[in-house]
C-alpha cells in the first residue's frame, strides 16, 4: 500500500478560521496533514497573496477585484481579528520544504513569472515531491512549464472525461480531478445527465490512466467518508480535503489493515 498524502484543503477549517489563512494552515499542520492546498492571485503591484476568491464579495462583502488592489491594501485587511492575508512569502518562508504545498494558480492572466522567481528564491525545487503547481487554466500551466520544465504542474478539472489527454498535452506531471457528490448547483459545469456515479465513472477510469502513464492523481476536495475509502482504495497519490482527521484515519487505517476498507464500493 502506498502512502497517501492528505492535502489540507486552504487549511483546517474546523475550527472556523479563515481558509488561506496562517493560523487555518498552522492548524492543519498541527493536526498532521502531510501537506497544504491554497490559493494564490497577482496583486495590481505584480505581488502574490493567498486568497480563494477573485473579488473580496463572498468574505467580506466588498466588491474589490484581488487583481485591482496593491499588495499592501490586501495584506492589511482583516478577515477576522487579528488575522489577514497572508503573502505567498509568508506561507514559503513558514512551510516551504517542511510539507507537500499545492498551489492553485487562479484566472489571473499573469504571474507566472513571480510565482516560479518565488519558487527559486525559497529553494522549493530542492524537494519536488513537495511541490506541485496546479489550476483550471491552460494558458498558466504552459507558462510554468515554459520557465522552468522541472517544477510539476497538475490539471485540475470538474469532470474526469478526457483530463489525462489534456494534462498529457499539457506536459503535465498529475491530473486533479472533483471526487465527491457533485453539487446541485453544478448544472451549469455538467450536463444533469452527468450523475455522480456517472461522474464517478470517469474518475475511476482517469486513475487507472493516469497510473499507466505515470501521472500522478490528486482528487479534491474529498469529504465523504465513502469517497475518501474509495480514494484510498484506489491508489491515488493525494487527497485535498476539509476533513483532515477523518482522512487521516482511514488512510492509517487503510495502511495497517488492508482488510478494514472494501474495494468494491461502486
Not at 489571473?108 to 519536488?128: A, W, Y
Not at 469532470?159 to 457533485?182: E, F, G, M, T
Amino acid at each position: 500500500m502506498k502512502y497517501i498524502k492528505i492535502l489540507a484543503h486552504r487549511g483546517y477549517l474546523i475550527n472556523e478560521e479563515p481558509g488561506n489563512s496562517i493560523p487555518a494552515f498552522q492548524t492543519a499542520v498541527q493536526h498532521r496533514a502531510d501537506g497544504l492546498e491554497f490559493d494564490v492571485h497577482l496583486t495590481a503591484d505584480n505581488r502574490l497573496i493567498c486568497f480563494h476568491d477573485d473579488t473580496l464579495e463572498r468574505e467580506l462583502a466588498r466588491s474589490d477585484a484581488i487583481k485591482d488592489l496593491s499588495y499592501k491594501e490586501l495584506t492589511s485587511i482583516e478577515l477576522s481579528e487579528g488575522i489577514t492575508i497572508p503573502s505567498l512569502e509568508e506561507v514559503f518562508d513558514l512551510f516551504g520544504n517542511k510539507v507537500t504545498l499545492n498551489i492553485e494558480l487562479k484566472s489571473q492572466k499573469k504571474g507566472e513569472k513571480e510565482l516560479v522567481e518565488m519558487i527559486h528564491q525559497f529553494n522549493l525545487t530542492d524537494d519536488l515531491t513537495k511541490l506541485i503547481v496546479s489550476s483550471f487554466f491552460y494558458t498558466p500551466l504552459k507558462k510554468i512549464k515554459t520557465i522552468d520544465p522541472e517544477i510539476p504542474t497538475g490539471l485540475l478539472c470538474q469532470s474526469s472525461k478526457n483530463q489525462v489527454q489534456v494534462a498529457r498535452k499539457l506536459n503535465c506531471n498529475a491530473i486533479h480531478p472533483y471526487y465527491d457528490i457533485i453539487p446541485s448547483n453544478w448544472v451549469k459545469f455538467h450536463s444533469p445527465r452527468l450523475t455522480t456515479v456517472f461522474h464517478n465513472f470517469y474518475f475511476h477510469r482517469s486513475i487507472k490512466k493516469a497510473q499507466k502513464l505515470g501521472l500522478f492523481v490528486t482528487p479534491w476536495t474529498v469529504n465523504s467518508e465513502k469517497y475518501l475509502k474509495a480514494a484510498i482504495q484506489r491508489q491515488v497519490d493525494n487527497i485535498i480535503t476539509d476533513n483532515v482527521e477523518i482522512a487521516l484515519e482511514l488512510r492509517d487505517q487503510c495502511l495497517y489493515n488492508k482488510n478494514d476498507i472494501s474495494p468494491d464500493l461502486f
